[in-house]
Protein backbone atom coordinates (compact mmCIF):
# COMPACT_ATOMS: atom_id res chain seq x y z
CA UNK A 1 0.00 0.00 0.00
CA UNK A 2 3.05 1.82 -0.03
CA UNK A 3 4.52 4.91 2.71
CA UNK A 4 1.82 6.42 4.45
CA UNK A 5 1.67 10.03 4.39
CA UNK A 6 2.98 11.34 7.71
CA UNK A 7 0.70 14.34 8.43
CA UNK A 8 -2.75 15.48 8.26
CA UNK A 9 -3.90 11.55 8.48
CA UNK A 10 -4.78 9.30 11.59
CA UNK A 11 -3.66 6.38 8.57
CA UNK A 12 -7.48 3.94 9.26
CA UNK A 13 -10.45 3.53 7.98
CA UNK A 14 -13.78 1.93 10.26
CA UNK A 15 -16.40 -0.52 8.16
CA UNK A 16 -20.00 -0.92 9.93
CA UNK A 17 -22.33 -2.96 8.57
CA UNK A 18 -25.54 -1.48 10.02
CA UNK A 19 -27.70 -4.75 9.66
CA UNK A 20 -25.29 -7.22 11.42
CA UNK A 21 -23.28 -4.53 13.42
CA UNK A 22 -19.99 -5.89 12.20
CA UNK A 23 -17.43 -3.56 12.31
CA UNK A 24 -13.65 -3.78 11.46
CA UNK A 25 -10.67 -1.43 11.01
CA UNK A 26 -8.43 -1.30 8.47
CA UNK A 27 -5.00 0.77 7.81
CA UNK A 28 -5.96 3.37 5.13
CA UNK A 29 -4.87 3.17 1.56
CA UNK A 30 -1.41 4.97 1.85
CA UNK A 31 -1.32 5.50 -2.34
CA UNK A 32 -5.34 7.01 -2.32
CA UNK A 33 -4.35 8.98 0.37
CA UNK A 34 -1.79 10.78 -2.17
CA UNK A 35 -3.07 10.56 -4.74
CA UNK A 36 -6.47 11.81 -4.20
CA UNK A 37 -5.59 14.12 -1.47
CA UNK A 38 -8.20 13.16 1.30
CA UNK A 39 -11.78 13.85 1.64
CA UNK A 40 -13.99 13.74 -1.40
CA UNK A 41 -10.96 12.32 -3.81
CA UNK A 42 -9.96 9.47 -0.99
CA UNK A 43 -14.00 8.69 -0.90
CA UNK A 44 -14.27 8.09 -4.45
CA UNK A 45 -11.45 5.97 -4.59
CA UNK A 46 -12.70 4.04 -1.84
CA UNK A 47 -16.45 3.83 -3.84
CA UNK A 48 -14.92 2.22 -6.23
CA UNK A 49 -13.72 -0.41 -4.96
CA UNK A 50 -16.70 -0.84 -2.56
CA UNK A 51 -19.66 -0.62 -4.54
CA UNK A 52 -20.88 -3.37 -7.14
CA UNK A 53 -21.50 -2.39 -10.89
CA UNK A 54 -25.27 -1.68 -11.53
CA UNK A 55 -25.84 -2.06 -7.36
CA UNK A 56 -29.50 -0.17 -6.75
CA UNK A 57 -28.93 3.38 -4.80
CA UNK A 58 -31.14 1.96 -2.28
CA UNK A 59 -29.93 -1.73 -1.13
CA UNK A 60 -27.31 -2.54 1.13
CA UNK A 61 -24.59 -2.85 -1.35
CA UNK A 62 -24.46 0.64 -1.81
CA UNK A 63 -22.06 2.21 0.89
CA UNK A 64 -21.96 5.31 2.98
CA UNK A 65 -18.43 6.81 2.69
CA UNK A 66 -17.68 9.86 5.25
CA UNK A 67 -14.24 11.56 5.30
CA UNK A 68 -12.45 14.36 6.43
CA UNK A 69 -9.29 16.13 4.38
CA UNK A 70 -5.81 16.94 5.64
CA UNK A 71 -6.75 20.43 6.50
CA UNK A 72 -10.70 19.42 7.65
CA UNK A 73 -10.48 20.57 11.77
CA UNK A 74 -7.42 22.12 11.69
CA UNK A 75 -6.72 25.92 11.87
CA UNK A 76 -6.51 26.79 8.17
CA UNK A 77 -9.78 29.18 7.29
CA UNK A 78 -12.73 27.18 6.51
CA UNK A 79 -11.54 23.84 7.05
CA UNK A 80 -14.56 22.91 8.82
CA UNK A 81 -15.04 20.36 6.38
CA UNK A 82 -16.12 16.69 5.94
CA UNK A 83 -16.96 14.72 2.37
CA UNK A 84 -19.42 11.61 1.92
CA UNK A 85 -20.17 9.31 -1.62
CA UNK A 86 -22.50 6.77 -2.23
CA UNK A 87 -24.84 6.56 -5.54
CA UNK A 88 -27.16 8.41 -6.01
CA UNK A 89 -31.22 7.58 -6.20
CA UNK A 90 -31.68 10.64 -7.66
CA UNK A 91 -29.78 9.96 -10.83
CA UNK A 92 -28.46 6.25 -10.24
CA UNK A 93 -24.89 7.61 -10.57
CA UNK A 94 -21.77 8.72 -8.31
CA UNK A 95 -22.52 11.24 -6.06
CA UNK A 96 -20.39 13.58 -3.55
CA UNK A 97 -21.82 15.79 -0.57
CA UNK A 98 -20.08 18.45 1.04
CA UNK A 99 -20.94 19.71 4.44
CA UNK A 100 -19.45 22.33 6.90
CA UNK A 101 -20.41 21.90 10.50
CA UNK A 102 -18.90 19.93 13.36
CA UNK A 103 -18.68 16.27 11.25
CA UNK A 104 -15.61 17.12 9.30
CA UNK A 105 -13.93 18.34 12.41
CA UNK A 106 -15.05 15.43 14.57
CA UNK A 107 -14.11 12.72 11.80
CA UNK A 108 -10.42 14.20 12.33
CA UNK A 109 -10.50 13.79 16.30
CA UNK A 110 -12.37 10.27 16.60
CA UNK A 111 -9.14 8.88 15.28
CA UNK A 112 -10.44 7.36 11.84
CA UNK A 113 -9.87 8.96 8.30
CA UNK A 114 -13.14 7.29 7.19
CA UNK A 115 -16.19 5.86 8.14
CA UNK A 116 -18.25 3.78 5.85
CA UNK A 117 -21.57 2.20 6.40
CA UNK A 118 -22.68 -0.01 4.59
CA UNK A 119 -25.72 -3.43 5.04
CA UNK A 120 -29.10 -2.37 5.93
CA UNK A 121 -30.63 -2.95 9.09
CA UNK A 122 -34.05 -4.14 9.76
CA UNK A 123 -34.95 -1.51 12.57
CA UNK A 124 -34.32 1.92 12.64
CA UNK A 125 -30.83 2.20 14.51
CA UNK A 126 -28.59 5.28 14.70
CA UNK A 127 -24.97 5.01 14.25
CA UNK A 128 -22.49 6.26 17.50
CA UNK A 129 -18.39 5.87 17.08
CA UNK A 130 -16.55 6.40 19.77
CA UNK A 131 -13.33 4.96 21.62
CA UNK A 132 -12.56 3.47 18.24
CA UNK A 133 -15.17 1.69 17.41
CA UNK A 134 -18.69 2.26 16.44
CA UNK A 135 -22.47 1.00 18.56
CA UNK A 136 -25.51 0.43 17.06
CA UNK A 137 -28.09 2.20 19.45
CA UNK A 138 -32.40 1.91 18.62
CA UNK A 139 -33.72 4.65 16.90
CA UNK A 140 -37.23 3.73 16.52
CA UNK A 141 -38.41 6.48 19.07
CA UNK A 142 -36.46 8.82 16.93
CA UNK A 143 -38.41 7.77 13.50
CA UNK A 144 -40.53 10.13 12.20
CA UNK A 145 -39.13 13.38 14.17
CA UNK A 146 -37.59 16.08 12.19
CA UNK A 147 -33.90 16.88 12.08
CA UNK A 148 -33.56 19.96 14.45
CA UNK A 149 -35.16 17.23 17.01
CA UNK A 150 -33.28 14.42 16.52
CA UNK A 151 -30.26 15.97 16.87
CA UNK A 152 -32.12 17.70 20.53
CA UNK A 153 -33.24 13.97 21.24
CA UNK A 154 -29.89 12.53 20.55
CA UNK A 155 -27.72 15.23 23.14
CA UNK A 156 -30.19 14.57 25.92
CA UNK A 157 -29.61 10.80 25.63
CA UNK A 158 -25.87 10.58 24.90
CA UNK A 159 -23.39 11.21 27.28
CA UNK A 160 -22.10 14.72 27.73
CA UNK A 161 -19.20 15.55 25.35
CA UNK A 162 -18.09 17.00 22.21
CA UNK A 163 -20.25 14.64 19.37
CA UNK A 164 -21.27 15.66 15.74
CA UNK A 165 -24.97 14.52 14.56
CA UNK A 166 -25.41 14.24 11.34
CA UNK A 167 -29.06 12.51 10.39
CA UNK A 168 -32.32 12.23 8.35
CA UNK A 169 -35.27 13.95 8.38
CA UNK A 170 -39.34 12.56 7.13
CA UNK A 171 -37.66 13.46 3.08
CA UNK A 172 -34.95 10.49 3.82
CA UNK A 173 -37.46 8.10 5.96
CA UNK A 174 -39.71 8.63 2.43
CA UNK A 175 -37.06 7.54 0.63
CA UNK A 176 -37.31 11.24 -1.38
CA UNK A 177 -34.46 10.57 -4.22
CA UNK A 178 -33.47 14.02 -3.46
CA UNK A 179 -33.20 13.77 0.43
CA UNK A 180 -30.30 15.26 2.01
CA UNK A 181 -28.38 14.51 5.55
CA UNK A 182 -28.19 17.74 8.42
CA UNK A 183 -25.19 18.05 10.62
CA UNK A 184 -26.53 21.09 12.89
CA UNK A 185 -28.18 23.11 10.34
CA UNK A 186 -25.54 22.36 7.47
CA UNK A 187 -26.56 20.14 4.62
CA UNK A 188 -25.22 17.15 2.47
CA UNK A 189 -27.73 18.68 0.80
CA UNK A 190 -27.90 17.05 -3.26
CA UNK A 191 -28.44 13.68 -4.82
CA UNK A 192 -30.49 11.88 -2.52
CA UNK A 193 -27.72 10.71 0.23
CA UNK A 194 -30.53 11.11 3.01
CA UNK A 195 -32.72 8.42 0.97
CA UNK A 196 -29.58 5.94 1.20
CA UNK A 197 -29.08 6.56 5.01
CA UNK A 198 -33.27 6.01 5.41
CA UNK A 199 -32.58 2.90 2.73
CA UNK A 200 -30.54 1.54 5.72
CA UNK A 201 -32.90 2.66 8.69
CA UNK A 202 -30.10 4.66 9.81
CA UNK A 203 -31.63 7.74 11.45
CA UNK A 204 -28.04 9.23 12.59
CA UNK A 205 -24.36 9.01 12.75
CA UNK A 206 -23.12 10.32 15.82
CA UNK A 207 -19.28 11.00 16.10
CA UNK A 208 -17.42 11.80 19.03
CA UNK A 209 -14.69 13.89 19.03
CA UNK A 210 -11.47 12.77 20.63
CA UNK A 211 -9.07 14.86 22.26
CA UNK A 212 -6.77 15.13 19.35
CA UNK A 213 -6.83 15.89 15.64
CA UNK A 214 -4.56 14.03 13.47
CA UNK A 215 -1.09 16.23 13.90
CA UNK A 216 0.21 17.95 10.76
CA UNK A 217 3.85 17.41 9.47
CA UNK A 218 5.61 20.62 9.72
CA UNK A 219 3.96 22.46 12.38
CA UNK A 220 5.63 25.73 12.23
CA UNK A 221 5.57 26.25 8.58
CA UNK A 222 1.73 25.37 8.54
CA UNK A 223 1.24 28.00 10.95
CA UNK A 224 3.17 30.40 8.52
CA UNK A 225 1.03 29.14 5.34
CA UNK A 226 -2.09 29.92 7.82
CA UNK A 227 -1.24 33.39 8.46
CA UNK A 228 -0.50 34.08 4.24
CA UNK A 229 -3.64 32.46 3.59
CA UNK A 230 -5.63 35.01 6.09
CA UNK A 231 -4.01 37.85 4.76
CA UNK A 232 -4.79 36.98 1.15
CA UNK A 233 -8.73 36.40 2.46
CA UNK A 234 -8.14 39.85 4.05
CA UNK A 235 -7.32 41.47 1.06
CA UNK A 236 -9.51 39.63 -1.65
CA UNK A 237 -12.59 41.67 -2.44
CA UNK A 238 -14.54 39.07 -2.78
CA UNK A 239 -14.09 36.63 0.63
CA UNK A 240 -13.81 40.72 2.55
CA UNK A 241 -16.08 41.91 0.99
CA UNK A 242 -20.08 41.07 -0.77
CA UNK A 243 -19.51 37.31 0.75
CA UNK A 244 -18.77 38.71 4.05
CA UNK A 245 -21.29 41.37 4.27
CA UNK A 246 -24.44 39.12 2.61
CA UNK A 247 -22.70 35.63 2.25
CA UNK A 248 -23.86 33.44 -1.01
CA UNK A 249 -26.79 36.12 -1.85
CA UNK A 250 -24.48 38.66 -2.35
CA UNK A 251 -24.85 36.75 -5.85
CA UNK A 252 -28.45 37.94 -6.73
CA UNK A 253 -27.40 41.22 -7.53
CA UNK A 254 -24.85 39.75 -10.02
CA UNK A 255 -27.26 37.49 -11.82
CA UNK A 256 -30.09 39.47 -11.65
CA UNK A 257 -27.95 43.09 -13.97
CA UNK A 258 -26.28 40.24 -15.94
CA UNK A 259 -29.59 38.88 -16.99
CA UNK A 260 -28.85 35.41 -15.76
CA UNK A 261 -31.24 34.81 -12.82
CA UNK A 262 -33.33 31.88 -13.76
CA UNK A 263 -37.36 32.93 -13.45
CA UNK A 264 -40.62 31.01 -14.17
CA UNK A 265 -38.70 27.72 -14.69
CA UNK A 266 -36.34 29.81 -17.30
CA UNK A 267 -38.80 30.69 -19.28
CA UNK A 268 -37.33 34.51 -18.60
CA UNK A 269 -34.83 36.52 -16.84
CA UNK A 270 -35.81 37.85 -13.22
CA UNK A 271 -36.29 41.30 -13.66
CA UNK A 272 -33.64 43.61 -11.52
CA UNK A 273 -37.68 45.38 -10.68
CA UNK A 274 -38.75 42.25 -9.72
CA UNK A 275 -35.38 41.11 -7.70
CA UNK A 276 -34.97 43.78 -5.35
CA UNK A 277 -36.84 41.59 -2.67
CA UNK A 278 -34.01 39.26 -3.34
CA UNK A 279 -30.84 41.02 -2.57
CA UNK A 280 -28.66 40.75 -0.16
CA UNK A 281 -29.39 44.31 1.32
CA UNK A 282 -32.99 42.96 1.65
CA UNK A 283 -31.71 39.93 3.96
CA UNK A 284 -29.57 42.20 5.89
CA UNK A 285 -32.00 44.94 6.46
CA UNK A 286 -34.91 43.33 7.45
CA UNK A 287 -34.05 38.97 8.48
CA UNK A 288 -30.54 38.97 9.74
CA UNK A 289 -30.13 37.94 13.13
CA UNK A 290 -26.56 37.25 13.08
CA UNK A 291 -23.73 36.48 10.92
CA UNK A 292 -22.36 32.98 11.11
CA UNK A 293 -19.42 30.89 10.31
CA UNK A 294 -20.58 27.01 9.52
CA UNK A 295 -17.43 26.44 11.69
CA UNK A 296 -14.36 27.88 12.70
CA UNK A 297 -12.38 29.28 12.10
CA UNK A 298 -13.64 31.46 9.10
CA UNK A 299 -12.98 35.32 8.51
CA UNK A 300 -16.30 35.56 6.35
CA UNK A 301 -18.94 34.67 8.35
CA UNK A 302 -21.17 34.20 5.28
CA UNK A 303 -23.61 32.18 6.89
CA UNK A 304 -26.63 34.33 7.52
CA UNK A 305 -28.80 33.55 10.77
CA UNK A 306 -32.59 35.00 9.65
CA UNK A 307 -36.08 35.03 10.95
CA UNK A 308 -39.15 36.60 9.45
CA UNK A 309 -41.14 39.04 11.68
CA UNK A 310 -43.87 39.92 10.62
CA UNK A 311 -45.94 38.83 7.82
CA UNK A 312 -47.86 35.80 7.01
CA UNK A 313 -44.85 33.85 7.38
CA UNK A 314 -43.85 35.37 10.72
CA UNK A 315 -42.02 33.37 13.03
CA UNK A 316 -39.83 31.18 10.42
CA UNK A 317 -36.01 30.94 11.01
CA UNK A 318 -33.29 29.60 8.83
CA UNK A 319 -29.26 29.01 8.53
CA UNK A 320 -29.60 30.77 5.54
CA UNK A 321 -30.59 30.93 2.64
CA UNK A 322 -28.04 30.76 0.40
CA UNK A 323 -28.48 32.01 -3.30
CA UNK A 324 -29.49 28.85 -4.88
CA UNK A 325 -32.58 28.10 -2.27
CA UNK A 326 -33.13 31.77 -3.22
CA UNK A 327 -33.41 31.35 -6.83
CA UNK A 328 -35.09 27.62 -6.74
CA UNK A 329 -37.66 28.43 -4.19
CA UNK A 330 -37.91 32.10 -5.16
CA UNK A 331 -37.35 33.45 -8.73
CA UNK A 332 -38.13 30.01 -10.26
CA UNK A 333 -41.34 29.37 -8.99
CA UNK A 334 -42.16 33.45 -9.26
CA UNK A 335 -41.65 34.29 -5.54
CA UNK A 336 -39.85 37.10 -4.48
CA UNK A 337 -40.60 37.35 -0.90
CA UNK A 338 -37.53 36.46 1.17
CA UNK A 339 -40.22 35.49 3.81
CA UNK A 340 -41.65 33.19 1.88
CA UNK A 341 -38.44 32.01 0.72
CA UNK A 342 -36.78 31.75 4.23
CA UNK A 343 -39.90 29.75 4.98
CA UNK A 344 -39.50 27.20 2.47
CA UNK A 345 -36.14 26.64 3.06
CA UNK A 346 -36.59 26.28 7.06
CA UNK A 347 -39.40 23.18 6.38
CA UNK A 348 -36.66 21.26 4.13
CA UNK A 349 -33.97 21.96 6.67
CA UNK A 350 -36.28 20.03 9.01
CA UNK A 351 -37.69 17.45 7.00
CA UNK A 352 -34.23 16.86 5.36
CA UNK A 353 -34.99 17.33 1.24
CA UNK A 354 -32.63 19.24 -1.25
CA UNK A 355 -33.71 22.98 -1.69
CA UNK A 356 -32.92 23.29 -4.98
CA UNK A 357 -33.96 20.16 -6.32
CA UNK A 358 -37.76 20.61 -4.79
CA UNK A 359 -38.13 24.38 -5.70
CA UNK A 360 -37.42 23.35 -9.47
CA UNK A 361 -39.78 20.69 -9.52
CA UNK A 362 -42.23 22.75 -7.97
CA UNK A 363 -41.44 25.72 -10.66
CA UNK A 364 -41.43 22.41 -13.58
CA UNK A 365 -44.86 21.44 -12.17
CA UNK A 366 -46.29 25.48 -12.14
CA UNK A 367 -45.25 25.97 -16.12
CA UNK A 368 -47.12 21.90 -16.67
CA UNK A 369 -50.08 24.13 -14.59
CA UNK A 370 -49.92 27.11 -16.89
CA UNK A 371 -49.42 25.12 -20.22
CA UNK A 372 -52.57 23.20 -18.78
CA UNK A 373 -50.74 19.91 -18.54
CA UNK A 374 -51.75 19.73 -15.16
CA UNK A 375 -55.16 20.44 -13.96
CA UNK A 376 -56.61 21.12 -10.41
CA UNK A 377 -57.56 17.32 -10.41
CA UNK A 378 -54.06 16.16 -11.00
CA UNK A 379 -52.44 18.61 -8.28
CA UNK A 380 -55.45 18.20 -5.34
CA UNK A 381 -57.21 21.51 -5.94
CA UNK A 382 -53.87 23.55 -5.55
CA UNK A 383 -54.03 26.65 -7.73
CA UNK A 384 -50.16 26.06 -9.07
CA UNK A 385 -50.03 29.28 -10.93
CA UNK A 386 -46.07 30.87 -10.54
CA UNK A 387 -45.87 33.54 -7.76
CA UNK A 388 -48.52 31.21 -5.25
CA UNK A 389 -45.71 31.19 -2.47
CA UNK A 390 -47.93 29.34 -0.41
CA UNK A 391 -48.45 26.52 -3.06
CA UNK A 392 -44.97 26.49 -3.36
CA UNK A 393 -44.78 26.17 0.75
CA UNK A 394 -47.52 23.44 0.98
CA UNK A 395 -45.54 20.93 -1.73
CA UNK A 396 -42.56 21.31 0.05
CA UNK A 397 -44.23 19.71 3.12
CA UNK A 398 -46.32 17.21 1.09
CA UNK A 399 -43.05 15.98 -0.92
CA UNK A 400 -41.14 14.95 2.25
CA UNK A 401 -44.14 13.18 3.26
CA UNK A 402 -45.05 11.89 -0.34
CA UNK A 403 -48.51 12.90 0.47
CA UNK A 404 -51.33 14.14 -1.98
CA UNK A 405 -49.39 16.21 -5.17
CA UNK A 406 -46.72 16.44 -3.50
CA UNK A 407 -46.03 12.67 -3.91
CA UNK A 408 -45.53 14.00 -7.92
CA UNK A 409 -42.86 16.57 -6.81
CA UNK A 410 -41.06 14.01 -4.88
CA UNK A 411 -40.31 12.25 -7.75
CA UNK A 412 -38.05 15.29 -9.28
CA UNK A 413 -38.67 17.17 -12.57
CA UNK A 414 -36.99 13.79 -14.98
CA UNK A 415 -39.35 11.72 -13.26
CA UNK A 416 -42.22 14.29 -13.50
CA UNK A 417 -41.75 14.93 -17.13
CA UNK A 418 -41.30 11.43 -17.99
CA UNK A 419 -44.82 10.76 -16.65
CA UNK A 420 -46.47 13.97 -18.10
CA UNK A 421 -44.88 13.49 -21.66
CA UNK A 422 -46.66 16.18 -24.37
CA UNK A 423 -43.28 17.50 -24.66
CA UNK A 424 -42.37 18.53 -21.14
CA UNK A 425 -39.45 17.02 -21.32
CA UNK A 426 -37.86 20.10 -22.93
CA UNK A 427 -38.31 22.34 -20.05
CA UNK A 428 -37.49 19.76 -17.34
CA UNK A 429 -34.58 21.93 -15.70
CA UNK A 430 -32.35 18.74 -15.16
CA UNK A 431 -29.25 17.07 -15.85
CA UNK A 432 -28.90 13.46 -15.95
CA UNK A 433 -31.61 13.90 -13.39
CA UNK A 434 -30.49 16.30 -10.82
CA UNK A 435 -32.43 19.46 -11.43
CA UNK A 436 -30.05 22.54 -12.26
CA UNK A 437 -28.32 25.58 -10.37
CA UNK A 438 -29.11 29.62 -10.88
CA UNK A 439 -26.98 30.62 -13.25
CA UNK A 440 -28.60 30.67 -17.16
CA UNK A 441 -26.12 29.45 -19.58
CA UNK A 442 -27.86 31.16 -22.20
CA UNK A 443 -25.61 34.19 -20.64
CA UNK A 444 -23.00 32.66 -19.31
CA UNK A 445 -22.24 29.59 -22.01
CA UNK A 446 -19.37 28.04 -19.87
CA UNK A 447 -21.79 26.72 -17.28
CA UNK A 448 -23.33 24.90 -19.96
CA UNK A 449 -20.70 22.43 -19.45
CA UNK A 450 -20.85 22.76 -15.62
CA UNK A 451 -24.20 21.45 -15.62
CA UNK A 452 -23.90 18.90 -18.67
CA UNK A 453 -20.68 16.89 -18.42
CA UNK A 454 -20.28 17.55 -14.25
CA UNK A 455 -20.01 14.24 -12.58
CA UNK A 456 -22.78 14.50 -10.14
CA UNK A 457 -25.56 16.06 -12.70
CA UNK A 458 -26.83 19.26 -12.83
CA UNK A 459 -25.05 20.86 -10.22
CA UNK A 460 -23.51 24.60 -10.20
CA UNK A 461 -19.99 23.84 -9.25
CA UNK A 462 -19.00 20.41 -8.88
CA UNK A 463 -18.38 20.04 -12.57
CA UNK A 464 -16.51 23.54 -12.48
CA UNK A 465 -17.43 26.93 -11.77
CA UNK A 466 -16.73 29.53 -15.15
CA UNK A 467 -19.51 32.32 -13.98
CA UNK A 468 -17.26 34.47 -12.51
CA UNK A 469 -14.69 34.37 -15.24
CA UNK A 470 -17.41 34.90 -17.95
CA UNK A 471 -18.80 37.68 -15.64
CA UNK A 472 -15.66 39.47 -14.95
CA UNK A 473 -13.20 38.94 -17.22
CA UNK A 474 -12.66 41.47 -20.11
CA UNK A 475 -10.77 38.95 -22.75
CA UNK A 476 -13.74 36.31 -22.15
CA UNK A 477 -16.81 36.45 -24.06
CA UNK A 478 -19.49 35.11 -22.11
CA UNK A 479 -21.79 34.67 -25.32
CA UNK A 480 -19.37 32.23 -27.49
CA UNK A 481 -20.25 28.86 -27.40
CA UNK A 482 -16.17 27.96 -28.27
CA UNK A 483 -13.39 28.28 -25.51
CA UNK A 484 -15.38 27.07 -22.48
CA UNK A 485 -13.34 24.02 -21.83
CA UNK A 486 -10.23 25.47 -20.13
CA UNK A 487 -11.87 27.17 -17.91
CA UNK A 488 -14.65 24.92 -16.88
CA UNK A 489 -11.77 22.28 -16.20
CA UNK A 490 -9.40 24.91 -14.41
CA UNK A 491 -12.16 25.78 -11.71
CA UNK A 492 -13.05 21.95 -11.79
CA UNK A 493 -10.19 20.66 -10.98
CA UNK A 494 -8.86 23.07 -8.99
CA UNK A 495 -12.13 22.74 -6.64
CA UNK A 496 -11.71 18.93 -6.48
CA UNK A 497 -8.21 19.12 -4.87
CA UNK A 498 -7.57 22.12 -2.98
CA UNK A 499 -11.15 22.13 -1.28
CA UNK A 500 -13.12 19.45 -1.34
CA UNK A 501 -10.52 16.82 -0.91
CA UNK A 502 -8.20 19.07 0.95
CA UNK A 503 -10.54 20.02 3.17
CA UNK A 504 -11.53 23.58 3.14
CA UNK A 505 -14.17 26.12 2.27
CA UNK A 506 -14.71 26.51 -1.56
CA UNK A 507 -16.12 29.69 -1.36
CA UNK A 508 -12.82 31.01 0.77
CA UNK A 509 -10.43 29.34 -1.66
CA UNK A 510 -12.13 31.96 -4.25
CA UNK A 511 -9.09 34.34 -2.25
CA UNK A 512 -6.58 32.34 -1.76
CA UNK A 513 -3.78 31.63 -4.04
CA UNK A 514 -2.63 28.65 -6.02
CA UNK A 515 0.95 28.69 -4.51
CA UNK A 516 -0.01 29.32 -0.95
CA UNK A 517 -3.00 26.97 -0.91
CA UNK A 518 -0.52 24.00 -2.00
CA UNK A 519 2.14 25.41 0.10
CA UNK A 520 -0.83 24.71 3.08
CA UNK A 521 -1.20 21.06 1.90
CA UNK A 522 2.22 20.38 2.15
CA UNK A 523 2.94 21.91 5.24
CA UNK A 524 -0.07 19.34 6.34
CA UNK A 525 0.63 16.23 4.72
CA UNK A 526 4.39 16.58 4.35
CA UNK A 527 4.46 15.78 0.75
CA UNK A 528 6.09 19.00 -1.49
CA UNK A 529 3.27 19.80 -3.82
CA UNK A 530 3.69 22.30 -6.59
CA UNK A 531 0.36 24.06 -7.64
CA UNK A 532 0.38 22.30 -10.90
CA UNK A 533 0.52 18.58 -9.32
CA UNK A 534 -2.61 20.23 -6.91
CA UNK A 535 -4.56 20.55 -10.47
CA UNK A 536 -3.57 17.28 -11.60
CA UNK A 537 -4.84 15.98 -8.38
CA UNK A 538 -7.78 17.33 -8.99
CA UNK A 539 -8.03 15.98 -13.01
CA UNK A 540 -7.37 12.68 -11.42
CA UNK A 541 -10.36 13.15 -8.95
CA UNK A 542 -12.84 14.09 -11.58
CA UNK A 543 -11.60 11.20 -13.77
CA UNK A 544 -12.35 8.30 -11.56
CA UNK A 545 -15.29 9.46 -10.74
CA UNK A 546 -16.02 9.70 -14.69
CA UNK A 547 -14.98 5.97 -14.61
CA UNK A 548 -17.33 4.88 -12.01
CA UNK A 549 -20.40 6.68 -13.64
CA UNK A 550 -19.22 5.36 -17.14
CA UNK A 551 -19.07 1.91 -15.76
CA UNK A 552 -22.58 2.68 -13.91
CA UNK A 553 -24.05 3.27 -17.48
CA UNK A 554 -23.65 6.85 -18.36
CA UNK A 555 -22.18 7.46 -21.66
CA UNK A 556 -21.55 10.34 -23.73
CA UNK A 557 -25.39 10.92 -24.84
CA UNK A 558 -25.85 11.80 -21.26
CA UNK A 559 -24.05 14.75 -20.98
CA UNK A 560 -26.63 17.06 -22.08
CA UNK A 561 -28.66 20.41 -20.42
CA UNK A 562 -32.08 20.58 -20.73
CA UNK A 563 -33.56 21.33 -24.68
CA UNK A 564 -34.97 24.48 -23.83
CA UNK A 565 -31.18 26.09 -23.25
CA UNK A 566 -30.14 24.55 -26.66
CA UNK A 567 -33.86 26.17 -28.71
CA UNK A 568 -35.44 28.90 -26.93
CA UNK A 569 -34.56 32.29 -25.79
CA UNK A 570 -35.63 34.23 -23.38
CA UNK A 571 -38.07 37.02 -24.25
CA UNK A 572 -36.10 39.58 -23.24
CA UNK A 573 -33.33 41.26 -20.96
CA UNK A 574 -29.34 41.18 -21.45
CA UNK A 575 -29.76 37.54 -22.26
CA UNK A 576 -32.54 37.61 -25.50
CA UNK A 577 -31.56 35.68 -28.26
CA UNK A 578 -29.08 33.33 -27.10
CA UNK A 579 -28.64 29.65 -26.69
CA UNK A 580 -26.09 27.06 -26.14
CA UNK A 581 -24.52 24.89 -28.86
CA UNK A 582 -23.74 22.07 -26.67
CA UNK A 583 -22.65 19.12 -28.71
CA UNK A 584 -19.55 21.92 -29.88
CA UNK A 585 -19.21 22.55 -26.45
CA UNK A 586 -19.07 19.07 -25.51
CA UNK A 587 -16.63 18.03 -28.07
CA UNK A 588 -14.05 20.57 -26.79
CA UNK A 589 -14.26 19.35 -23.30
CA UNK A 590 -14.14 16.09 -24.51
CA UNK A 591 -10.97 17.03 -26.35
CA UNK A 592 -9.39 18.62 -23.91
CA UNK A 593 -10.04 16.36 -21.34
CA UNK A 594 -8.70 12.89 -23.32
CA UNK A 595 -12.34 11.50 -22.83
CA UNK A 596 -13.54 9.02 -25.52
CA UNK A 597 -16.26 10.93 -27.76
CA UNK A 598 -18.80 7.89 -27.91
CA UNK A 599 -18.49 6.27 -23.90
CA UNK A 600 -17.08 9.48 -22.57
CA UNK A 601 -14.57 7.55 -20.87
CA UNK A 602 -10.97 8.52 -20.40
CA UNK A 603 -8.77 7.14 -22.73
CA UNK A 604 -6.09 4.64 -21.99
CA UNK A 605 -3.84 7.60 -22.63
CA UNK A 606 -5.84 9.81 -20.09
CA UNK A 607 -6.02 6.80 -17.36
CA UNK A 608 -1.70 6.33 -17.95
CA UNK A 609 -1.55 10.65 -17.59
CA UNK A 610 -3.49 10.04 -14.40
CA UNK A 611 -1.73 7.41 -12.80
CA UNK A 612 -5.14 5.41 -12.96
CA UNK A 613 -4.35 2.84 -14.69
CA UNK A 614 -5.33 0.23 -12.61
CA UNK A 615 -8.68 1.04 -13.08
CA UNK A 616 -8.51 -1.26 -15.89
CA UNK A 617 -8.52 -4.19 -13.41
CA UNK A 618 -12.03 -3.96 -13.69
CA UNK A 619 -13.29 -6.06 -16.68
CA UNK A 620 -16.44 -4.11 -17.25
CA UNK A 621 -14.50 -0.44 -17.11
CA UNK A 622 -11.46 -2.61 -19.28
CA UNK A 623 -14.04 -3.26 -21.96
CA UNK A 624 -15.45 -0.09 -22.12
CA UNK A 625 -11.75 1.11 -22.32
CA UNK A 626 -11.00 -0.60 -25.18
CA UNK A 627 -14.05 -0.04 -27.03
CA UNK A 628 -15.81 -3.21 -26.77
CA UNK A 629 -18.96 -1.94 -24.38
CA UNK A 630 -19.77 0.66 -26.04
Same mark, same amino acid.
Given at each position: ????????????????????????????????????????????????????????????????????????????????????????????? +?????????????????????????????????????????????????????????????????????????????????????????????????????????????????? *??????????????????????????????????????????????????????????????????????????????????????????????????????????????????????? +???????????????????????? +????????????????????????????????????????????????????????????????????????????????????????????????????????? *??????????????????????????????????????????????????????????????????????????????? +????????????????????????????? *????????????????????????????????????????????? *??????????????????????
Amino acid at each position: MGEFPVGGFWGKALFVDVGTGEQRVEDLDAAAARDFVGGRGLAARYLFDMLPAGADPLSPENPLIFTSGPLSGTTAPGSARAALATKSPQTGL +YLFCITGGDLGPAIKRSGFDLIALTGCSDKPVYVEIAGGKAKLRPAGHLWGLDTLSTQEYIREELPRGEVAITCIGPGGENLVPYACLLNERRALGRGGAGAVMGSKKVKAMVV *RAGAEIAPVFDPDGFKAAVKKIVKELREHPFTSGPLKLHGSVSTVAVTLNSGIMPADNWRRSARVEDGSGLLGGTLREHFLVKDAPCGDPCPSRCSKVTVVRDGPYAGASTEGPEYETV +YALGSSCGVYDLGAVIAADQLCDR +YGIDTISVGVTISFAMECFERGLLTLEDTGGIDLRFGNADAMIQLVKDAAFRRGFGAQIALGSKAMAERIGQGSEAFAMHAKGMEVGGYDPRGAKGMALVYGCGN *RGGCHHAGGYTVTAELTNPDIDRFADTGKAPITLGSRNRRAAAADSAGTCAFLTIGMQDATLAELIGAATGREIAPAEM +YLAGERINALERVINVREGLRAADDTVPG *RLMTETVPDGPIAGHVVDFPLMRSELYAASGYDPVTSMPTRETLA *RLNLEWVTSDPVVANLVDGAGQ
